[in-house]
């Protein structure tokens, strides 16, 4: 892995069908493209997946069976979680045998032991904020770029 500051961070790539990427750009027209009033109405972490029922800000719905549910592979959302170091911080380490002292990323946790032990409500919701920008950043730029989403 490169950590060289000027050098670009690779994005990760959520895995997504073409059924939901149509339904998500509903929901993108829906709010007129105005991101910010997409939001998670509720969430579930199970063993193998993240769900994330989404909705409009400006129009609450009355049931999650009215909401947009998106899926994401638990090991997707692990990977997102450690692609973007959100279950680690930058401290100093002792090297074991030559004693000196070295930057390095120190990992709290495993993604989602982190995330469902370690992690505040907060970075929860962070989390999953994350989660569904990464989402919606991943369809309008392949839509713009003219490429193909990774479809599964």
Not at 34 to 56: M, N, V
Not at 101 to 129: F, G, H, S
Request: glycine share 2%; with cysteine; aromatic share 10%.
């Amino acid at each position: 892995m490169d950590h060289r500051p000027w050098t670009k961070k690779p994005t990760t790539m959520i895995k997504i069908s073409q059924k939901l990427k149509d339904k998500l750009w509903w929901l993108v027209i829906s709010v007129d493209y105005d991101y910010s009033r997409i939001t998670i109405a509720d969430h579930d972490l199970t063993e193998d997946t993240l769900t994330l029922w989404l909705e409009d800000k400006h129009d609450f719905k009355n049931t999650l069976d009215e909401c947009l549910q998106v899926d994401i592979p638990a090991k997707q959302f692990a990977k997102i979680i450690k692609e973007e170091n959100l279950n680690s911080y930058e401290g100093s380490r002792m090297h074991p045998t030559k004693n000196y002292v070295y930057k390095a990323r120190i990992e709290i946790n495993a993604p989602i032991r982190w995330y469902q032990d370690d992690a505040t409500l907060t970075e929860q919701q962070w989390v999953r904020e994350t989660v569904l920008k990464l989402l919606l950043t991943q369809l309008i730029e392949t839509q713009t770029l003219g490429e193909e989403m990774v479809l599964y």
